[in-house]
């Protein structure tokens, strides 16, 4: 399965993270917004789409930071991040989703999922 995820960066440093639903699978444990990339969708426009229907904003020139494979008991996921700096609109949790704005620095102190962990220490570097 193909998966995309986005770190939303605001002018301060911080970055935007999402709980996971009570619906979902590892319900209540946080991570980078995004989802499924669907058929035919490049990994950016799918990226778009799913930052559209999850909070609402338009993302402008996402960057590409990392892909990695993770594989949980019941599947194994690819996943790419995206580092968002550029995008209109106030991000809302449109699935009923909890948001919450985190330092860089400090996102290594939140229940984020096992498989965005690499990511946190890629964003780290690149907003130093």
Same mark, same amino acid.
């Given at each position: 399965?193909? /998966? /995309? ?9 911080? *970055? ?40 609402? *904003? ?25 580092? /968002?700096? $550029? ?14 704005? /985190?330092?860089?620095?400090?996102? $290594? ?10 990511? *946190? ?8």
């Amino acid at each position: 399965m193909r /998966v /995309v995820a986005g770190a939303l960066c605001d002018g301060r440093g911080q *970055i935007l993270i999402a709980q996971r639903p009570v619906t979902k699978h590892l319900a209540g444990r946080w991570e980078f917004p995004g989802g499924k990339v669907g058929s035919g969708e490049t990994e950016s426009e799918a990226l778009a789409r799913e930052l559209r229907e999850e909070l609402g *904003i338009e993302v402008r020139e996402p960057q590409f930071c990392l892909r990695l494979r993770h594989r949980y008991p019941e599947r194994t996921v690819e996943l790419s991040f995206w580092l /968002v700096r $550029d995008f209109a609109g106030e991000p809302r949790g449109l699935d009923g989703q909890q948001l919450k704005w /985190v330092p860089a620095a400090r996102l $290594d102190r939140e229940d984020i999922l096992e498989a965005d962990r690499p990511f *946190i220490e890629a964003l780290q570097r690149l907003l130093q």
